[in-house]
């Protein structure tokens, strides 16, 4: 089945420079895909054959979250592989890429400078929330000014569906097997709905649910990290290993957001804002650490008052200092306006009322970073999936940024067309955090064996 007209039909696969073990290779797709005979650029991938050729079953695509994860590096490069099982890598030739606008694929690229100023997403006042929406298209001109191509206007997930088959083609497989994790499982959403008749097995791990506006969103992510937090606390509570076992855990942590307010809080002499703490914290939820997460926070207890906010620098970088900006992306994919700054306002009292000790959660910035952005080329809508194979849908309960009200919700959307399996546990993911899910997972994607609706696997206590 050919792939979309004005795609690539080869990758010239040859051994990757940093690792001659793993095969990189490229794919011509247009700029704009409403113009295929318009302006190009090369995407980028990598693979690992198939260990077992009398076995192999295919090519299996793994679609990177992010957004912004660079899906060449899962490949590419000593012990990377630890994301695939044995009996995965021995049936399928593991392939990704770099999505378009990331990493080797014609990245987005911006002033550093202008990148390590950027606004707090917790704006206290009209006069930083104006400044804020300045700041957001100074950088998208400067962004645009540094990207080559024009690439910057056609980053959305919609257009990677276009490369995502055209990948597909170019790899000689009729049908799609695709696993994609976190923002992933966006690309993978929208390309059973755009291609249904072109799956052959597709999962969905960590699932993103593209229906929801601006209160929705913010609602959601602010529940589902409130919930992962709750859960840490309850392990301090049962577990004496745990550095903050045996006091009162909530209350050592707003003291922590006191002092991160008054600007008396500091990680190696670098001031937190109460945001910054809340994405800290965010990041050792996604293992869980629940170990590390208690050390870390005793460590901040014991810092230096006097740190000072340090802004970033571009001293040592070559010139020109240019960065990445993933929320390109993201906001080519979502639209999540407020009414001014009384309504970014109400929204901020909203989310603390919904998460108490999780106020100030790492969606804030989504908002924040597509206020004043233009109309998204790929907005939010429900998922309308016909005729496609069933899709796998995978989400752990406690789940800190792709929330299992998440996962339900979409599998609702989907209908007949997914299947929910359910892991009763904690992190950002299942596939590396549960055996039994990885069992199911490779179980599906190698023999297409469906779980019966409602299964699930038991919870695996964190170590780290």
Known sequence: MPGPAGAGSRIEWKPCEVDASAECGALSVPVDWGKPDGERFDLQLARRRATGPGTRVGSMVFGPGGPGDSGVDRIVGTGKMGRFSDDLRSRFDIVSFDPRGVGLSNPIRCSQELLDRRPSPVMKSRAEFDATAKYNRDLREDCRKNTENGLIDHVDTLSMVKDLDAIRAALDEKSLTFHGSSYGTLLGELYAEQYPKRVRALVLEAVVDHSLGTREFLSTQAATLQDSFDEFVAWCGRTESCALHGSDVRARW?????????????????????????????????????????????????????????????????????????????????????????????????????????KYPRALMSVSACLGAPEPDNPQHRLKVRN????????????????????????????????LHTYEGWGHGTYSTSPCAQEMIDAYLISLKVPTPGASCPAVEPTG
Request: aromatic letters at 8%; one cysteine or more; proline letters at 7%.
């Open 388 to 419: 496609s194979r069933p899709l796998l849908l995978t989400n752990s309960v406690h789940d800190p940024a792709s929330g299992y009200n998440w996962a339900t919700h979409v599998a609702e959307q989907l209908g007949s067309s997914a299947v």
């Open 254 to 358: 707003a003291d922590l957001l006191d002092r991160a307010e008054q600007g008396k809080l500091s990680d190696n002499g670098t001031a937190l804002t109460q945001f910054d703490l809340n994405v800290m914290v965010m990041k050792r939820l996604y293992g869980p650490e629940w170990t590390r997460l208690g050390k870390y926070l005793r460590g901040l207890e014991e810092s230096n008052p006097e740190a000072t906010r340090v802004a970033g620098t571009s001293e040592g970088r070559p010139e020109p200092a240019l960065g990445a900006n993933p929320f390109e992306i993201f906001c080519q994919d979502w639209s999540l306006p407020v009414r001014g700054y009384q309504g970014y306002a109400r929204e901020l009292r909203r989310v603390g009322r919904i998460a108490p000790d999780m």
